[in-house]
């Protein structure tokens, strides 16, 4: 039995959430922006200034016309602040 999982039945099995760190950044925001474009994904900007999540979040959704991008802050230093985003 083949179970090798091509593109088309990866979409069908479940749609993909991708958490992007320093997605306020040139970097982070090009691949979070990259990823948004696959109207399949759902991104979540992981970021510790709300200011600079919400002008890269318009960015990105304006850019990709995916409205299924959204932003948690987070500190990715302090332990709480991750474990209350797994809590989420």
């Known amino acids: 039995m083949d ?6 039945t990866r979409h069908r099995e479940s749609p993909r959430v991708a958490l992007v760190t320093g997605a306020t950044g ?6 979070a922006r990259r990823i948004a474009a696959r109207s399949e994904h759902e991104v979540v ?4 200034d709300a200011a600079k999540a919400e002008a890269a979040l318009a960015d ?3 850019r990709t016309g995916n409205p ?3 932003y948690a802050l987070v500190d990715l ?4 602040s991750i474990a209350a985003l797994a809590a989420c």
């Open 3 to 8: 179970t090798e999982l091509t593109d088309e």
């Open 26 to 31: 040139a970097i982070g925001k090009a691949i």
């Open 45 to 48: 900007l992981l970021c510790r």
């Open 60 to 62: 990105i959704q304006r």
């Open 68 to 70: 299924r991008v959204r």
């Open 77 to 80: 230093a302090r332990q709480a």
